[in-house]
């Protein structure tokens, strides 16, 4: 009768080699995946925006501003600019300082608590944050819907971004730097504005320009705040509503008139030809930066 041979048995390390691919093989399917399915949902809302807002573009929308639910978006294109621009001036001279701090003096007691209050801003709804806007700057202070009143909102919302972006900007400059200073004399205000911030300056920006791509891309707060006007800025800050691009896409796409809907379409590939070109230009920058770091 002839002799079962015994099982082969695997190495260990054989084993761990085999579970090791399989492992990495399934992570790189689910990432394939994930990705196919990511580019696949922006490819094609840019596409379904385009190919509408493609057919709505005209001189008009560039030189005329809106009429009721026709005309063109010219006001809009004035005021969306002139809010997104108003909230950064507000919003970096503190995200910066607030990021210089986090960074340079981050073993104060005060810097988790700043952190803790920036991590909450974040997560706090933006319609929230137009509303606190309305209650103290348009009913409290009597300033009424205005550009004023919109940029504030916006600055709130655009300031933890900017905090956080510069904090680890300025994180990244070599610590060598900073004591190689420090032993030749130089003070804590000549580290950080002659040393660190024009080697952090590129990083900075970049953080700046997402703000700014965040800023053009809100609804909600402006609603409670800059209201909304079919005529040009006249230059007051306050008692003046001004028109933005984001309300002529929420407003006008439920109307039953084919002008509107067309500025909605129009608005629409504006806004997100605005956030597109912000995006690449940040991702330039950054590319720029890691090269020159390198």
Do not use: K
């Amino acid at each position: 009768m002839a002799a079962t041979s015994a099982p082969t048995l695997v190495p260990p390390r054989q084993r761990r080699r085999l579970r090791r691919r399989l492992t990495d093989g399934l992570g790189w399917a689910v990432s394939t995946v994930a990705f196919l399915l990511l580019g696949a949902a922006t490819v094609s809302i840019f596409w379904a925006i385009a190919a509408r807002g493609a057919h709505a573009l005209n001189l008009a929308i560039f030189t005329q501003v809106t009429q009721g639910t026709a005309g063109g978006l010219l006001n809009a294109v004035e005021g969306t600019l002139l809010l997104a621009v108003g909230g950064l001036l507000l919003a970096v001279p503190p995200g910066v300082a607030a990021g210089i701090f986090l960074a340079e003096f981050g073993a104060s007691r005060f810097a988790p608590v700043l952190r803790f209050m920036s991590d909450v801003l974040v997560g706090l709804p933006s319609i929230v944050v137009g509303y606190f806007v309305y209650i103290v700057a348009v009913v409290d202070l009597g300033w009424g819907f205005s550009a004023l009143a919109g940029a504030i909102a916006l600055a709130i919302i655009s300031l933890p971004y900017i905090t956080r972006t510069s904090e680890m900007a300025f994180r990244q400059v070599p610590a060598d730097m900073r004591d190689a200073a420090r032993a030749l004399g130089a003070t804590d205000s000549h580290v950080i504005l002659r040393i660190c911030l024009p080697i952090a300056a590129s990083n900075v920006l970049t953080g700046v320009l997402l703000a700014l791509a965040i800023s053009v891309g809100e609804t909600a707060p402006l609603l409670y705040t800059a209201g909304w006007s079919n005529y040009m800025w006249n230059g007051h800050l306050t008692h003046e509503p001004v028109g933005y691009l984001t309300y002529a896409i929420w407003a006008f796409i439920t109307e039953p008139f084919q002008s509107a809907h067309a500025l909605a379409y129009a608005a629409a590939l504006l806004v997100s030809a605005f956030v597109l070109v912000i995006s690449i230009a940040s991702r330039m920058l950054m590319a720029a930066s890691r090269r020159r770091s390198r």
